[in-house]
């Protein structure tokens, strides 16, 4: 079986996440795509919400495709959330699958730094999904997907919230309503 992973803060999960993860899935034959929002990014900030808000919202949007599936695997581990671990704990789960991780321009470009780089390399291909403003870049052994188009951020996202706006079409609708349920970015 052929498995993708795109993973992130999630903070919310926005449709270019779920746009890079069905474009990752048809380009690569995926039949199936883990969403695995980071229980503590090494990389980034602390997230505006917590864990268990941040699956939820990654739940709510994995369901509405049944070949995107969401993971908590990251979330009861303490520490930072390195992906080497992830990867080596999927491998360890599902020897047989063949594993893809899917990253944006973005975080692709800052791959070298990551905690046992060469190790996470090792572990999965490499797909790298191209942003607005930031294009693939060509990587050796690293496959290189067009942009999704669109300039959505999870950033800009908790702004809209924050100044009362709705973001309808920018999440998709069980996210909005869970947003708006939990009152959470405001």
Known sequence: MKVGILGGSFDPIHVGHLRAAELAREALGLQRVLLVPAGQPPHR????????DR??????AAAENPAFVASAIELGRPG??????????????T?????????????????????????????????????PGAEAARLDG????????????????REQVNAGRSV??????????????????S
């Open 45 to 52: 900030t602390r997230p505006a919400s917590d864990a268990f």
């Open 55 to 60: 699956y939820a919202m990654t739940a709510l």
């Open 80 to 93: 930072p959330s390195y992906t080497v671990d992830t990867l080596e704990a999927l491998r360890a789960a």
């Open 95 to 131: 020897p047989d699958a063949q594993w893809t991780l899917v990253l944006g321009a973005d975080a692709a470009a800052e791959l070298h730094t990551w905690h046992r780089a060469a190790r996470v390399r090792e572990l999965a291909a490499i797909a790298v999904i191209g942003r």
């Open 142 to 157: 690293v496959t290189a997907l067009p942009s999704t188009g669109l300039a959505v951020s999870s950033s800009a996202i």
């Open 168 to 185: 309808r079409h920018l999440v998709c609708a069980a996210v909005a309503d869970y947003i708006v349920k939990r009152r959470l970015y």
